[in-house]
């Protein structure tokens, strides 16, 4: 299904074309969470325990069978939507000006269960195998990242928390498309450490977001080497970032995507894996946006755009479970 020249990692998969220039090997970094410095405080016995039911969970919905796995998910979501009020509403906010009045309470229940079932498929992601996804997922729009990639200066891909994007990283890296991904250093050490080695099992390298740090070095090196990097790009951490509108509301949205295309030169490429019933996906890529000829605040509001493209595809499942907006609600 795979054919490669010796050495090559620009691998073509049933027409696709896959990242990198040929005949150079890739370079995924290993072992991202023992280069990361010991805490400045060790974590509470709350912080161990609660790192220990994750970890439990975890590896009991991997090993169920496939069909309890996801049951159980789907009673988890229903179970979430019902009990957890001020998360309801914080859902609910962010969706109304993306689906309106009338379809608001459906698509809040269905973005409960959608984020249950991404949480089932990223802890299986690793499990799954090739044939399987391929099985399974459509996709659409891969003219739009070649082209991009036979440029040869690498594509930024934009991603929101929609639908399942660890899958979306498991299907691309058995299609020879590879990715380094920033991820938040997040609290307990040990469920991060598990996020790190899950990730990188599926052949993605792992770049540890460190306050104060600046990636776009590293970064740049893989967008050279003509690989993709993966930005998460909907949920602002710092609470600095610049305004944008989105969905006709004000939001902060973080400017790395803009950024590092501005710096070298690589199209952004907005992708999502959109989850289908049956636990089936559609894998969609959309138009490039290139930087050349923009400034920094005409590529920000781009993204924008693309983000707003993006969580059309299935606004359900925008798991959006954090205050988005930064201005009052106004009518719809």
Known sequence: MISEDAGSTAHTVRGYRGSGHRGEPVDRRPGAADRLPTPRRPESGRERALAGAWLFGWEALRRLPEPWAF???????????RVAGARRAVVA?????????????????????????YWIEAFRAADISPAQMDARTTTDG???LDGVLEEGNGAIVLLAHHGSWDLAARWAETHGYHLAVVAEI?????VFRRFVELREALGLEVVPLRRGEDLTRRLGEVLSANHLVGLLTDRDLSGHAPLVTLFGRSARLPTGAARLAARHGAPIVPISLVQRPGRRWHLQVLAPIRPQGRELRELHDEVARALERLIRLAPEQWHAFMPIWTDAAKPV
Not at 71 to 81: P, S, T, V, Y
């Open 93 to 117: 906010a962010n969706l109304r000006p993306v689906v309106g009045d009338q379809a608001l309470p459906a698509r809040v229940r269905a973005a409960f269960s959608s984020y249950a079932r």
């Open 142 to 144: 891969f003219a739009h």
């Open 186 to 190: 997040i609290r307990p050490r040990r």
């Open 71 to 81: 049951g159980i998910g789907e009673a988890a979501g229903r179970l979430a939507h």
